[in-house]
Every structure is written in structure tokens, then in C-alpha cells.
């Protein structure tokens, strides 16, 4: 049995996880001034709006920044885990783990592709990869 608390889902995000599970990547759109926002929240940062759609995302990303983390563990994944943050070329950000590339290659702006994969109890997450392969 594992001690890995289920993902908090919402109506501001339900709509995310939902897509996770199908393989897109949908990202919060403003309806009133266009800013993408991820993660989904109810309201736009930039003019407050309560308005939004979605856009799929292309699922391309480019490496921004990254780290490793050893402690604290967490039963839902294998350490040393990498972390990354990547740009998405239709401007939003994303924070997944990336599987399947030895962690002293990863360098700044390489390309990746955003996956999905399986979580702890069941629930799809973003997992990053180098492009054109599966997840492991």
C-alpha cells in the first residue's frame, strides 16, 4: 500500500488532468487578454479575468532549467529524480520529471518533449523525454 497522497484535483484544473489522461497537454488561456497560464487557476494574473479557454499544447519544450533531487523520497518515483523546467514554444511553462536521459546530459535550452506517464494511484502526469521516444 502506498503512502503517496492522491493528486488535488479541482474545477480550475480538472479540465488539465482530464487531457493529461487522453496524452494532450492543454494549457489555461485567458479569454479576455490571451496570457497562457500553467499552472490553471481560476483567475488571469495579468488582468484578473475570470474568463478562459484552453490550447493545446505541441508538447515540443526546450530545456530552461533543472535539478536532481535526492531527498526528501517520495514512493511515486525513482531517485536520484531530475526535475526540469521547460519553455513550451506556445509560452508557458512546465515543471515535470524527466525520465530516460542520463542526468549529466541534461544542458540548458536541449530539446525535449513533454510524455505522460502513470502516477502513484492511477493519475496521468507530464513526464519529459527526449523526443521521439516512449516512456519507461
Not at 487522453?22 to 483567475?43: K, N, S, T, W
Request: negative net charge; charged residues 25%.
Amino acid at each position: 500500500m502506498t503512502t503517496v497522497p492522491r493528486l488535488t484535483i479541482t474545477q480550475d484544473n480538472e479540465f488539465w488532468f482530464e487531457a493529461a489522461r487522453e496524452g494532450r497537454l492543454l494549457i489555461q488561456r485567458c479569454a479576455d487578454c490571451g496570457h497562457l497560464r500553467h499552472p490553471p487557476g481560476p483567475a488571469c494574473p495579468q488582468c484578473r479575468s475570470f474568463e478562459w479557454d484552453t490550447v493545446e499544447a505541441s508538447r515540443q519544450a526546450r530545456l530552461h532549467s533543472w535539478t536532481v533531487l535526492h531527498h526528501p523520497k517520495d514512493d511515486a518515483f525513482t531517485y536520484p529524480l531530475a526535475v526540469g523546467l521547460v519553455d513550451l514554444p506556445e509560452g508557458a511553462r512546465l515543471v515535470a520529471d524527466i525520465a530516460g536521459v542520463d542526468h549529466d546530459q541534461l544542458h540548458i535550452g536541449m530539446e525535449l518533449e513533454v510524455g505522460f506517464a502513470e502516477h502513484a494511484h492511477g493519475e496521468t502526469l507530464p513526464q519529459l523525454r527526449l523526443p521521439g521516444t516512449e516512456a519507461r
